[in-house]
C-alpha cells in the first residue's frame, strides 16, 4: 500500500519561498509509470492542481503559478519536493501531495490520481 | 484554462433518497478517441479527496455501485441512487483532459 507524508514549514514569511517534501512509502518513486503531484486547497475553496514530475523527470506546472513553483524529486530518499516562491496571503492553503497513475484501460491514458498524502497546512504570514 | 462549474453548491439529502450533482466544463472533455475525461472525487471531512469515478462512468475500486456516472462533451453529472451516511462529504468533479487540471468548486453533501 503506497502512503504519501508532506512535511515542511507549517508558517512562511510573505515573499519568502515554501518548501514542502512528500515521503513517499510501500514502493519505490523511481519505478513505475507515475506522476508525483502537488494539488493545494484554500480554506473553504476547492482544488488547485499545482504541477507534478513525472518518474523519468519530465515536469509540468500550472501556468498560474510556472513561473514560481519548482517540483523535483529525489529517487535517493524517495522523496518528491515542491519550491513556491515569492509567496504571499493567496498562497495560504492545505497542500496536499498526491500520485497520479496513467490508466491505460484508452488511449491516451485517462489519469486517476489514486493516492493522495493527509494535506499540510502552509499560512503565509509575517 | 478548462473551467469546471457544479450545482448545486449544497445538497441536503434524506438517507435512502436519490441524490444527482451536475458538472459543466467551458469546453468539451471529450477527446478524439471519443472518451470524456473527467473524473469524481469525494472528500470525505478531515480526509483526503478519492477517486470515485473516472472516464466519465467508470466506478474506481471499491465504490459502490450506488454511484453512477453520465454525460459527454460539457455536461455531466453524479448520481447516488440512495443516499447513505457515509456518503457525506464534498464532491468534486475534476477534468483531466488537458493541463492544467481543473476541478469543480465542489458540492457539499450532508444528511437532512
Known amino acids: 500500500q503506497v502512503q504519501l507524508q508532506e512535511s515542511g514549514p507549517g508558517l512562511v514569511k510573505p515573499s519568502q519561498t515554501l518548501s514542502l517534501t512528500c515521503s513517499v512509502s510501500?514502493?519505490?518513486?523511481?519505478?513505475?509509470?507515475?506522476?508525483w503531484s502537488w494539488i493545494r486547497q484554500p480554506a473553504g475553496k476547492g482544488l488547485e492542481w499545482i504541477g507534478r514530475i513525472h518518474t523519468s523527470g519530465g515536469t509540468a506546472y500550472n501556468p498560474s503559478l510556472k513561473s514560481r513553483v519548482t517540483i523535483s524529486v529525489e529517487t535517493s530518499s524517495n522523496q518528491f519536493s515542491l519550491k513556491l516562491g515569492s509567496v504571499t496571503a493567496a498562497d495560504t492553503a492545505v497542500y496536499y501531495c498526491?500520485?497520479?497513475?496513467?490508466?491505460?484501460?484508452?488511449?491516451?491514458?485517462?489519469?486517476?490520481?489514486?493516492?493522495w498524502g493527509q494535506g499540510t497546512l502552509v499560512t503565509v504570514s509575517s | 484554462d478548462i473551467v469546471m462549474t457544479q450545482s448545486p453548491l449544497s445538497l441536503p439529502v434524506t438517507p435512502g433518497e436519490p441524490a444527482s450533482i451536475s458538472c459543466k466544463s467551458s469546453?468539451?472533455?471529450?477527446?478524439?478517441?471519443?472518451?470524456?475525461?473527467l473524473e469524481w472525487y469525494l472528500q470525505k471531512p478531515g480526509q483526503s479527496p478519492q477517486l470515485l469515478i473516472y472516464?466519465?462512468?467508470s466506478r474506481a475500486s471499491g465504490v459502490p455501485d450506488r454511484f453512477s456516472g453520465s454525460g459527454s462533451g460539457t455536461d455531466f453529472t453524479l448520481k447516488i441512487s440512495r443516499v447513505e451516511a457515509e456518503d457525506v462529504g464534498v464532491y468534486y468533479c475534476?477534468?483531466?483532459?488537458?493541463?492544467?487540471?481543473?476541478f469543480g468548486q465542489g458540492t457539499k453533501l450532508e444528511i437532512k
Open positions: 475534476m477534468q483531466v483532459l488537458q493541463i492544467p487540471y481543473t
Open positions: 472516464l466519465v462512468s
Open positions: 469546453q468539451s472533455l471529450m477527446y478524439s478517441n471519443g472518451y470524456n475525461y
Open positions: 498526491a500520485r497520479e497513475r496513467p490508466n491505460s484501460v484508452v488511449i491516451p491514458p485517462v489519469i486517476e490520481v489514486d493516492y
Open positions: 510501500g514502493g519505490s518513486i523511481s519505478n513505475g509509470d507515475y506522476y
